[in-house]
């Protein structure tokens, strides 16, 4: 059979630009093309890097779908399916919510590919495709294969430089997915020495590990790095904010070449902490969480998420204030969005405070639901504004880094991604967009 997988194009927030799009290609169907039996043939075709040809006649189509891309790649199915050829629907949105993906599919992946993608092609290829394939266990992750790398033109993408070592966390906040009904709540992490094996196929000093939680299980992650000593890595990762309760952890971080660790701060109310079940976030520790990752040359991302039931006005100038404080040199904000099968989203449907149901939107850049203390325009516009002077020049001189050795990195960041990304990023028209990332980490990091 001709298998091709597809990552629909994904919607762009008001501050993005092309970058977000191109960041990295999708690991994840890297790995399922990887999974494929022998004997197929697998493409590739990520509408994020070009053009959809949709007039081709593979044999099988398989699509990835998040909630945000869900109306397009229901579009893309039915193109297809009205020719008649079989499409599959697998990913975290699909996984959340498979009744509705099945209305626009021949059949749907819940959850882990690992022990379900070789039945599925064999079924297509027998031409008795089921509806719905569960694994009802966790996947051994030892069983996962190398990513299939060949399969996409890395010119397009400004990283290829990604690797997962672990699935899953042990945390079930009320607004992540990891609190819906199909997630298996084990954590899991990979045998080191395949991911060794996997980083040193990739060429690069320079490691993005896209794990949910970098963090998930701590002697672990402590072998891990001792492991990757010899490599002399310069790598980044995300974390929970717990992490600070293990400096040995922190040190072995830093000797190990850990540059930035994005961390899910989420808010600094610990009313709004508690609200959302983040029982690993303390904001009373938050501050000293911070000059602990500092003294090491390590840079923070704070994920910050605004909305919550406890957020009043004063929520925006509150959390800039407290970033420029403490130098955060990077900051992703949200508004909190109740993706489909979540708890929150539960609640709130309960509650009858949803009052937006196009998927499109559920990009963490709209107010799909009804605040309790904040109006829906207060909630966009402070999210807006939170953007706009954390990212204005002054603040970025006032979160200049002490540590000399993070300011061109920081610099790098603040300027080059966020503030004129939507001038720097045009280098993707022009097929440049990895040359420049490459630039970057030499720039940056003295490093290929």
Avoid at 139 to 154: E, S
Avoid at 304 to 320: A, E, R, S
Avoid at 356 to 366: C, M, V
Avoid at 410 to 423: A, E, I, M, Q, T
């Amino acid at each position: 059979m001709r298998i091709k997988l597809i990552v629909p194009r994904m919607s762009l927030r008001p501050m993005d630009s092309e970058y977000k799009r191109v960041l990295s290609p999708s690991l994840a169907l890297l790995t399922v093309a990887a999974l494929t039996p022998a004997g197929h043939e697998v493409s590739i075709a990520d509408e994020n890097a070009g053009a959809l040809n949709l007039c081709d006649t593979p044999d099988l189509v398989g699509i990835t779908v998040n909630v945000d891309t869900s109306t397009r790649a229901y579009a893309i199915a039915a193109q297809y399916r009205e020719r008649g050829i079989p499409v599959v629907m697998g990913g975290i949105h699909v996984s959340a919510n498979h009744d509705e993906a099945l209305a626009h599919a021949d059949a749907v992946c819940i959850g882990e590919a690992e022990n379900l993608w070789g039945q599925i092609v064999r079924d297509a290829a027998a031409g008795c495709l089921q509806q719905r394939y569960l694994g009802d266990e966790p996947a051994d992750l030892a069983g996962t294969p190398q990513p299939r790398w060949d399969l996409i033109d890395p010119s397009r993408y400004l990283y290829t430089n990604v690797v997962c070592a672990s699935r899953g966390c042990p945390f079930a906040c009320e607004f992540c997915y990891n609190s819906c009904d199909y997630v298996h709540h084990r954590y899991r992490t990979r045998p080191i020495a395949h991911v060794i094996d996997e980083i040193r196929r990739l060429g690069t000093r320079q490691v993005m590990f896209i794990d949910d939680n970098f963090i998930g299980n701590v002697a672990w992650t402590l072998s891990f790095l001792q492991a990757i000593r010899p490599l002399d890595l310069k790598w980044h990762a995300a974390v929970s904010a717990n992490v600070g309760l293990h400096p040995d952890l922190l040190d072995e971080m830093q000797a190990t070449g850990c540059q930035s660790l994005f961390i899910g701060f989420e808010s600094i109310n610990q009313a709004s902490i508690e609200g959302a079940s983040k029982r690993q976030n303390h904001v009373d520790e938050y501050e000293e969480l911070i000059r602990a990752i500092h003294a090491r040359g390590i840079m923070v991302n704070a994920s910050l998420v605004f909305g919550f039931d406890h957020d009043t006005p004063n929520v925006f100038q509150d959390t800039l204030a407290w970033l420029v404080r403490n130098k955060v040199e990077t900051m992703t904000a949200h508004i909190l969005t109740p993706y489909p099968g979540t708890l929150l989203y539960k609640r709130l449907k309960k509650e009858g405070r949803i009052v937006d149901e196009d998927w499109q939107h559920y990009n963490t850049a709209h107010v799909v639901y009804e605040p309790r203390l904040l109006s829906r325009k207060e909630l966009y516009a402070g999210y807006l504004w939170m953007y706009d002077q954390f990212y204005a020049l002054e603040n970025i001189l006032r979160r200049l880094p002490e540590d000399r050795g993070r300011r061109l990195p920081y610099l790098l960041f603040n300027l080059g991604y966020r503030k004129y990304g939507k001038v720097t990023s045009q280098v993707a028209r022009l097929g440049l967009m990895n040359a420049l990332g490459r630039v970057a980490r030499r720039v940056a990091y003295g490093i290929e």
